[in-house]
C-alpha cells in the first residue's frame, strides 16, 4: 500500500514539474491591491518579529547561546522588512524614466541622483541584512541542536 502511495505522489510531482511555468525570485506587484497586500504582510512580518524577541527574552534563559542568536535573526530580519517596506513605497514614486535597461538585469539609475533615488538604492542592498539574519538562524539551530544532544547524550 505504501508503494503505491510512494509512485502515485512521484507520479504527481513530475506531472506538475513538466507543466510548470516560469517562477522568477523577483515579481513586480501589478496594481495598487497587491502592493498593498504585499506591504501588510511586510507590517505583519514585523510585528510577529517583535512579539518573537519579546517572548523570547521574557520567558527563555537569556544567557543562552541559540537564544541569542535567534534574537539577533529578529532583530535583523526587522530591519530587513523595515528596508524593503521602505524600498517597496520609494518605486512607486519613481518613473521608469529614471532608469536605464527598466525591468532587465542591467537596471541602473540614470543621474542626476535625488534623495528618493538614494533611499531606493540603499532600499536595494537589503541582502546585507538577510545573509546576516540567515546565518544568525543558522547558529541559533545549530546551538539548539548541540544542546539537546548534549542531553540526549547523558
Known amino acids: 500500500?505504501?508503494?503505491?502511495?510512494?509512485?502515485?505522489?512521484?507520479?504527481?510531482?513530475?506531472?506538475?514539474?513538466?507543466?510548470?511555468?516560469?517562477?522568477?525570485?523577483?515579481?513586480?506587484?501589478?496594481?495598487?491591491?497587491?502592493l498593498f497586500t504585499h506591504q501588510m504582510a511586510h507590517v505583519f512580518f514585523m510585528g510577529?518579529?517583535?512579539?518573537?524577541?519579546?517572548?523570547?527574552?521574557?520567558?527563555?534563559?537569556?544567557?543562552s547561546r541559540g537564544w541569542r542568536y535567534l534574537r539577533l535573526f529578529?532583530?535583523?530580519?526587522?530591519?530587513?522588512n523595515l528596508m524593503a517596506f521602505v524600498g517597496h513605497e520609494t518605486a512607486v514614486h519613481l518613473s521608469r524614466d529614471e532608469f536605464?535597461?527598466?525591468?532587465?538585469?542591467?537596471?541602473?539609475?540614470?543621474?542626476?541622483?535625488?534623495?528618493?533615488?538614494?533611499?531606493?538604492?540603499?532600499a536595494k542592498m537589503d541582502h546585507f541584512l538577510t545573509v546576516p539574519a540567515l546565518l544568525a538562524l543558522f547558529f541559533s539551530l545549530r546551538s539548539f541542536y548541540l544542546e539537546a544532544r548534549k542531553e540526549t547524550a547523558k
Open 48 to 63: 510577529t518579529l517583535i512579539y518573537l524577541y519579546l517572548h523570547t527574552r521574557r520567558t527563555q534563559d537569556p544567557v
Open 100 to 122: 536605464t535597461d527598466a525591468g532587465t538585469w542591467t537596471e541602473q539609475l540614470v543621474f542626476p541622483l535625488s534623495v528618493l533615488k538614494l533611499i531606493y538604492f540603499v
Open 74 to 80: 529578529c532583530v535583523l530580519l526587522f530591519f530587513w
Open 1 to 34: 500500500m505504501k508503494r503505491s502511495h510512494t509512485k502515485t505522489i512521484l507520479s504527481l510531482t513530475v506531472l506538475l514539474l513538466l507543466q510548470s511555468a516560469d517562477a522568477w525570485a523577483l515579481q513586480p506587484h501589478v496594481g495598487g491591491e497587491g
